[in-house]
């Protein structure tokens, strides 16, 4: 989804837009856009904070037709431990002073370098599939997100409907949510 909406944004407002794969151990970005691994997080890992620049991230970032931008997440799962929250907090906000759209693919869980990424978010997509496990662990990450007090109208629900005809009831959903889904992408076998 992520990488879809990055190449939507960029074909729809005919502008670069840029994906940061911050699911470390094991994003996918650069392989949804069949893009090769040359360079990804782990080389910004051999530099110092202060010397994360516009020249170092353009030499980092990898080119799609589309006019996406990628930064993959590493190769090999061990590099993704050398990535740290200072370097990717800097990445960002240099990111934020050259594209318009900026689209982080986050992980499942909040590690730092995630809520690094949520911080410095405009937006925050949840998305979540119409199954029990899905709403529930939604619901526990509302509970972070008012801790953190994010501001609620930031925030938008996403169902993706995973199933043909199967599913929990949206008005379900939302009251298990206590908030409305926003967006749902229908089920499309094709």
Same mark, same amino acid.
């Not at 879809?4 to 856009?33: F, I, K, P, R």
């Not at 993706?160 to 009251?175: C, P, S, V, Y």
């Given at each position: 989804?992520?990488?879809?909406?990055?190449? #939507?944004?960029?074909?729809?407002?005919?502008? /670069?837009?840029?994906?940061?794969?911050?699911?470390?151990?094991?994003?996918?970005?650069?392989?949804?856009?069949?893009?090769?691994?040359? $360079?990804?997080?782990?080389?910004?890992? %051999?530099?110092?904070?202060?010397?994360?620049?516009?020249?170092?991230?353009?030499?980092?970032?990898?080119?799609?037709?589309?006019?996406?931008?990628?930064?993959?997440? @590493?190769?090999?799962?061990?590099? #993704?431990?050398?990535? /740290?929250?200072?370097?990717?907090?800097?990445?960002?906000?240099?990111?934020? %002073?050259?594209?318009?759209? !900026?689209?982080?693919?986050?992980?499942?869980?909040?590690?730092? !370098?995630?809520?690094?990424?949520?911080?410095?978010?405009? /937006?925050?997509?949840?998305?979540?599939?119409?199954?029990?496990?899905?709403?529930?662990?939604?619901?526990?990450?509302?509970?972070?997100?008012?801790?953190?007090?994010? @501001?609620?109208? $930031?925030?938008?629900?996403?169902? $993706?409907?995973?199933? /043909? %005809?199967?599913?929990?009831? %949206?008005?379900?959903?939302?009251?298990?949510?206590?908030?409305?889904? $926003?967006?749902?992408?229908?089920?499309?076998?094709?």
């Amino acid at each position: 989804i992520a990488t879809n909406l990055a190449v #939507s944004l960029s074909q729809l407002w005919g502008t /670069e837009s840029v994906l940061v794969d911050l699911a470390l151990t094991a994003g996918q970005s650069a392989l949804m856009l069949n893009l090769p691994l040359r $360079n990804t997080w782990a080389d910004l890992t %051999k530099v110092e904070v202060n010397e994360i620049d516009q020249d170092v991230l353009r030499t980092t970032l990898r080119e799609h037709p589309s006019g996406v931008n990628v930064l993959s997440a @590493p190769r090999r799962a061990e590099e #993704s431990e050398l990535v /740290e929250a200072p370097k990717v907090k800097r990445t960002i906000e240099l990111l934020q %002073k050259s594209y318009d759209y !900026i689209i982080l693919d986050l992980p499942h869980h909040f590690s730092e !370098i995630a809520l690094v990424g949520l911080d410095q978010a405009d /937006e925050i997509l949840l998305v979540l599939a119409p199954e029990l496990a899905s709403v529930r662990a939604s619901a526990m990450a509302f509970d972070v997100f008012e801790n953190l007090e994010y @501001p609620q109208n $930031n925030i938008k629900v996403i169902m $993706n409907w995973i199933f /043909e %005809k199967q599913g929990l009831a %949206k008005t379900d959903i939302e009251a298990g949510l206590d908030r409305e889904i $926003n967006i749902i992408i229908p089920y499309a076998s094709e």
